[in-house]
């Protein structure tokens, strides 16, 4: 605010003049500036894309947050950057089906590990008495550690619900069972993964999407 000496130019006006509001305030003549306002620009439809990419993920990666620092903490070991955002960077990139408003989560493709050990392959889940059973082929290229042990991710969307498993059955013991509580078990919709871990390295293989399953 500026007081404005009697007798100028402009202690006779009273109102806005460009920028600049003139106004009596206790037997004074003062002026003040208006705000302008920026008016921002529109955005793309690239920007809202991702944007809209970021809405989809985060209401999977964000509860599942925990396992991602055990799937994701390779990966960050020299960078600047958590395991969750890794997480994030990765699948918004790969994760992603469909065009911008039309956007949703591509699960065969989404990762909640990733590194270098060899993956599980061929896997096969099947589901009885409360438990998710897990099977896969052996390692045919006789490189991958026989200890690695299997680390399992089961989400539910329609209640946050996740169970996890960070120290499974042995790669070579060619199969796994994940038992969770029958009341969470019934009537439930899961997603479901698998990873290897090394336990003594900690680093992981790439995840395996093994498909949804309705109790």
């Known amino acids: 605010m500026a007081i404005l000496q009697e007798g100028t130019v402009l202690s006779g006006i009273r109102g806005k003049i460009g920028n600049v509001v003139i106004y009596q305030w206790k037997n004074k003549v003062c002026a ?3 705000q302008t306002r920026l008016h921002k620009k529109p955005r793309t439809t690239a920007q809202k894309s991702q944007t809209g990419k970021m809405k989809v993920l985060s209401p999977f990666l964000n509860p599942v947050s925990e396992f991602l620092q055990v799937g994701f903490r390779h ?7 958590s395991a969750n955002n890794a997480a994030k960077s990765v699948n918004m990139k790969n994760a992603i089906k469909g065009e911008f408003p039309d956007q949703e989560i591509n699960w065969d493709t989404i990762l909640v590990a990733e590194g270098e050990l060899i993956k599980p392959e061929n896997v096969k889940v099947t589901v009885a008495e409360n438990s998710f059973i897990f099977t896969w082929d052996k390692d045919k290229t006789n490189t991958a550690s026989p200890t690695d042990r299997a680390i399992i991710l089961l989400y539910s969307k329609t209640h946050g619900w996740v169970y996890a498993n960070y120290s ?4 070579d013991e060619l199969k796994d069972s994940f038992r969770i509580r029958q009341k969470h078990f019934k009537n439930n919709t899961y997603e ?3 990873a290897f871990k090394d336990v003594r390295s900690d680093e992981v293989s ?5 498909g949804r399953f309705t109790n």
Do not use: H, N, P, W
């Not at 790439?206 to 093994?210: K, T, W």
């Open 206 to 210: 790439r995840s395996v999407y093994c």
């Open 192 to 194: 479901v993964f698998i």
């Open 168 to 171: 499974g059955a042995r790669r």
């Open 32 to 34: 003040r500036s208006t």
């Open 75 to 81: 990966v960050t070991k020299d960078q600047d950057l």
